[in-house]
């Protein structure tokens, strides 16, 4: 593995930063272009003298700003942020239970990341430099001393060996340990720096990220080695020309050190990647990519043609904009100059005031009347603003920004016509989504690696403990499942909110409480994992054990588990075509749970067998019921039959429970209903004292509605 010496790693981010100079300037000036800096003295005190100032001569300048590139970067990040710009992680097949969970799981760990991360700030500031500089750029590294404090180090003596206290108890040194936790970080794109010879970012062998960093952290990273830390210590009295946004121009950085962080993407040099912490003089750190992913995402706006960066809306509109603020400026001048009106008099001529008469001036002219020269508030050049400001508009396509009204009360008209007429920024809300879609999956890469069960479980929940080795065996991740955009935003969410409303308002009697509560799930403007949990246990609890089973698990059922439902999902997972991959043991396993749940079914309907030849209750008071017998008086009619009111409710709860019973067998696969009969016949023979297997010229029949088995 090749190894790169101090001097080499300069020279590659020189060459790189004389080739983008250009772009990185644009990128710099483009910031304080939407911030309405579009003057570098915008302070001296000579413009405010000239705008407070009665008159000007004929040389003085204005210098007025009429920010339309604000407004219009605005736009852009109010139209792609509008569309509620996120990912999820779905399955790569969705016919398959593994990709589903692992689907689900993942997008639990990104949902709670987002939560926890406050990703949609971040999203917005990324979305920001998207428009404003043409490229946005965020690196997903772990940083181990943040998260969660677990405790504190133990104090260590002048040898470097742990201190005890009086009761033999470790002594804390103060310093505290935490968790660690992953983090997002935010780049701008003109402290990114690429190779010369790469045609696309992607395509570029390395990546490298510029910051000033403190000198004195710097030394504590390298404390145990003196040359490093005398190097990195000679380098702190340099002063560092840092671009500061607040104040729109360069300044001196002392206390401070430019640190380069390298990073090569796995390649044949680099099989595991390969990252360099270097300064100009020394490399302070170095060694492979934490388990090889390269943790830079990149995003750009518009693609510059035979280079590889891109650029931002901007470009196009700098023109336009100086236009505009040279014609806005000479309006201004023209109304300090010759604003006010002028009077003409002839030589001789004299102008005094007149009488005084209510609500009239008057004025006494000696000699010719004085000629009136209107002044100008520079209305010439209203047409000309204003034909620059709309082609400005149309050439940033920002006339498709109209709001867009709703009209009459049917909310699918008006779905309809919003989905029909929506505001079309395709071509660059895609390229972000993009961007979103590698971040997540990096972040789930180096979750999947970091986090342990402790950590996820915040995330995923207690109830999937058990399928957090389903979330770490996603690998390579796109195997298991893909991270596809979602744009969630107002309209997707009423149209899906009143097709579901639809379906279950016509269809929701015909389906079983399992279905019923996952489509209930999907209704999109209530927390419904809480309302219909009642309803998916039994489903969460089946995919479960058959999760378990896939990963050559034996898992152990609970008495109040639903096993009828379970067999007919075990069953139904044996229909499947990936189930002849398992290996033998794990069919086994399924065969054998198949046979645990079909003993309780039939020990249950044995129960109820037998429920009917116990004793039958006969108190409470008597009550008649439509059902004639002899009348003991006389034989010769029939009267109503009369009985113990708590023998006609035993006889009621035994016909529910046996319906009930019935009815769950009848739903099982027509296998599942044979096997459970067969061995209900077993116990009613070994109840009436025959052997199992011996032949019996009169057996019972389990009486089922529709038929017999």
């Not at 990912?87 to 760990?109: F, G, H, I």
């Not at 991360?117 to 943040?146: H, M, T």
């Not at 996952?518 to 246990?537: G, H, R, V």
Request: aromatic share 8%; net charge negative; with cysteine.
């Amino acid at each position: 593995m090749p190894k790169k010496k101090v001097d080499e790693l300069n020279s590659l981010a020189k060459k790189s930063k004389h080739v983008d100079e250009e772009l990185f300037s644009e990128q710099r000036s483009n910031i304080l272009l939407t911030a309405g800096n579009h003057y570098s003295k915008k302070t001296s005190k000579w413009y405010n003298r000239l705008r407070e100032s009665s008159n000007a001569s004929v040389d003085s300048k204005l210098r007025l700003t009429k920010n339309h590139i604000h407004k219009i970067t605005k736009g852009y990040q109010n139209n792609i942020l509008s569309l509620a710009p996120q990912v999820t992680p779905t399955p790569n097949n969705p016919k398959e239970l593994q990709d589903q969970k692992a689907a689900s799981l993942n997008k639990a760990v990104w949902e709670y990341a987002c939560y926890t991360e406050n990703l949609k700030s971040k999203i917005s500031r990324w979305c920001q430099d998207f428009i404003e500089i043409g490229e946005c750029i965020a690196r997903v590294y772990w940083d181990p001393n943040q998260g969660e404090l677990v405790g504190y180090e133990q104090k260590l003596d002048d040898n470097n060996e742990p201190v005890f206290d009086e009761n033999g108890e470790p002594e804390s040194s103060g310093q505290g340990i935490f968790s660690g936790k992953l983090c997002f970080e935010p780049i701008y794109g003109f402290n990114l720096l690429r190779s010369v010879e790469a045609r696309t970012i992607d395509e570029s062998p390395w990546l490298c990220i510029e910051r000033m960093s403190y000198t004195d952290d710097l030394k504590a990273m390298v404390q145990d080695d003196p040359d490093k830390v005398r190097m990195i210590h000679e380098s702190r009295d340099e002063t560092y020309f840092v671009f500061d946004q607040m104040r729109g121009k360069y300044g001196e950085s002392t206390g401070q050190t430019l640190v380069r962080e390298f990073y090569y993407r796995p390649c044949r040099e680099y099989p595991n990647g390969y990252f360099y912490i270097a300064t100009k003089s020394v490399i302070i750190s170095e060694g492979e990519l934490p388990f090889g992913i390269f943790p830079i995402v990149y995003g750009g706006f518009d693609e510059i043609s035979t280079a590889p960066r891109h650029r931002s809306i901007i470009k196009q509109l700098r023109p336009y904009q100086i236009e505009i603020n040279r014609a806005a400026s000479k309006v201004a001048e023209h109304q300090i100059s010759l604003g006010d009106d002028k009077i003409i008099l002839q030589n001789g001529s004299k102008v005094t005031n007149g009488p005084q008469v209510p609500g009239i001036r008057t004025m006494m002219v000696n000699g010719m009347a004085p000629t009136i020269l209107p002044g100008r508030s520079g209305e010439q050049y209203g047409p000309y603003i204003q034909s620059q400001i709309s082609e400005m508009y149309n050439v940033a396509n920002f006339h498709e920004d109209a709001e867009l009204t709703g009209q009459g009360s049917d909310a699918l008209a008006y779905l309809y016509k919003s989905i029909r007429n929506k505001k079309k920024f395709s071509i660059y809300a895609e390229k972000f989504e993009r961007f979103l879609v590698d971040l997540c999956k990096v972040y789930l890469d180096l979750a999947k690696n970091y986090y342990d069960d402790q950590m996820l479980i915040p995330a995923i929940g207690r109830a999937e403990y058990i399928n957090i080795p389903e979330f770490k065996s996603t690998d390579p991740l796109n195997f298991s499942i893909k991270v596809e955009p979602l744009s969630e935003d107002v309209d997707t969410l009423m149209g899906k909110h009143l097709v579901l409303n639809q379906i279950l308002q016509y269809n929701g009697g015909n389906l079983e409480k399992d279905d019923l509560g996952k489509l209930i799930k999907q209704l999109p403007f209530m927390n419904t994992d809480e309302i219909a949990s009642d309803l998916t246990i039994n489903y969460d609890t089946a995919t479960n054990i058959i999760l378990q089973l896939d990963r050559g698990e034996m898992p152990s059922l609970n008495k109040y588990d639903d096993t009828a439902y379970i067999a007919k999902r075990l069953s139904s997972r044996m229909k499947m075509s990936d189930y002849q991959l398992l290996s033998d043991d794990i069919k086994a396993k399924y065969e054998g749970l198949i046979g645990a749940c079909e003993q309780i079914e039939a020990d249950k309907a044995a129960a109820i067998k037998a429920a009917q030849d116990e004793f039958i209750p006969t108190g409470g008071g008597r009550v008649k019921i439509d059902f004639y017998v002899q009348d003991p008086n006389n034989p010769s009619r029939q009267v109503r039959a009369t009985v113990p009111q708590e023998s006609v409710k035993w006889l009621m709860d035994r016909l529910q429970q046996q319906g009930s019973g019935m009815q769950d067998l009848l739903m099982q696969d027509k296998g599942v209903q044979s096997e459970i009969a067969e061995l209900l016949l077993n116990q009613q023979q070994q109840s009436q004292g025959v052997p199992t297997g011996e032949q019996v010229t009169e057996s019972p029949q389990l009486q089922m509605p529709g038929g017999e088995i």
